[in-house]
């Protein structure tokens, strides 16, 4: 009986301890939240872009490469309540940039700090992609007795989906070299081609993306077909996460770009024609069906893979004589440095090359004018 509550006690002092060591990594910055405005992630007034998963206590989650977070808020200081550890993000307020690298076991991370009191608009994008981790927002504090969190109206009127590998994630975009040590620090999707032709056109953008992964198979498979390549992930809110069913209808893109194949042929053994044809050809009727009035973009992001080219080239023709015209094939030119980046990725000059070219295209199909002007 005697060890028995002795174990009990010691089972409860443990849970204690737990309970403080993680209040300690909550609070461990020197802020004082007494007397403070703290407002969950659940907030009306803050907005998400990107693929989140809302939870029942109020947190959000997500994985995805350019989810980001926005919101408006009346003070001088804020700070947010962030649990991750592997990603990094791009922190704007009022436009001025800063990078936020997280840490494991701490979630208190200010943002701003020392403002004149005021409004002050706040956008956290994440630059890093979902193999990274996931990451759950928990709500933000604005360190102000008067201050408050303020209606945000996104500006945004269109909306594109990027589907596509590393390239599209922006994988070692800002590498110094085709040598890094380490990857994190050096992806930033914010200056992917993706999010440079969003941001062109004003657009809210989804990026649906994963590193290594093709149609049919991924980087370095030892067989033709892998057993979860790109599409097998499409439908997924959080990218390591099967089990969340994204709401397809919840958000409707103008627009859908897919930049996929490279991955397929980069090593041997390589799928033939009609497997790769056949499943290219399905997952384009799968976004049609969920997108009947988009325009689809089929992009091929290395000149090298001609290949890749012949195929696209006779699905999309196959498409238009099927009677859907809105479905095109864009090339992205080779770009000086586009080889020169971590793992012979392209770096932020090339993406930007890449991006005049699918800007370039995607007004000339649709007639839409950079930054609606």
């Known amino acids: 009986m005697f060890k028995n509550q002795f174990f009990s006690v010691i089972s409860l002092s443990l849970m204690i301890i737990l309970i403080l060591g993680e209040l300690k990594y909550i609070l461990s910055d020197t802020i004082d939240i007494s007397n403070k405005n703290i407002i969950k992630a659940n907030e009306p007034n803050i907005i998400y872009e990107g693929r989140v998963k809302k939870l029942t206590n109020g947190d959000v989650c997500f994985d995805w490469p350019g989810v980001k977070i926005k919101f408006k808020f009346l003070g001088k200081s804020c700070s947010i309540l962030l649990k991750d550890g592997g990603n990094d993000y791009n922190v704007y307020v009022d436009n001025m940039k800063k990078v936020l690298y997280t840490i494991p076991e701490k979630y208190l991370y200010k943002i ?118 790109m599409p097998a992930f499409y439908d997924r809110t959080l990218q390591s996460d099967p089990l969340t069913k994204w709401a397809h209808k919840s958000w409707i893109p103008d627009i859908v770009v897919i930049a996929l194949g490279a991955n397929d042929f980069s090593t041997e053994p390589s799928p033939d024609e009609k497997v790769w044809s056949e499943a290219y050809e399905k997952f384009v009727i799968k976004i049609r069906n969920l997108y009947s009035q988009a325009k689809i973009f089929c992009v091929v992001t290395r000149i090298k893979y001609t290949i890749i080219s012949n195929y696209l080239n006779k699905l999309v023709e ?33 993406h930007e090359i890449f991006a005049k070219t699918l800007i370039n295209v995607i007004s000339e199909k649709t007639g839409w004018r950079i930054n609606n002007k």
Do not use: M
Request: glycine share 10%; aromatic share 10%.
């Open 318 to 350: 196959k498409f238009n004589r099927a009677g859907d015209k809105n479905i095109f094939l864009v090339q992205f030119p080779f770009a000086e440095g586009e080889d020169s980046g971590c793992d012979w990725h392209p770096v932020v000059q090339a």
């Open 112 to 229: 701003a700090e020392n403002l004149k009191f005021g409004e002050h608009e706040v956008c956290i994008s994440k630059r890093t992609e979902g193999n990274f981790g996931q990451a759950l927002f928990k709500g933000l504090i604005i360190e102000d007795k008067k201050g408050r969190i303020l209606p945000f109206i996104s500006s945004n009127t269109r909306k594109i989906q990027f589907i596509g590998d590393s390239i599209t994630c922006g994988y070692g975009n800002e590498g110094p070299g085709r040598d890094c040590k380490e990857l994190r620090h050096y992806e930033n999707s914010d200056l992917s081609y993706a999010a440079i032709t969003a941001h062109a056109f004003n657009a809210e953008y989804h990026i649906i993306a994963i590193s290594g992964k093709g149609i049919v198979r991924n980087y370095g498979d030892k067989t033709i077909i892998s057993s979860e390549p």
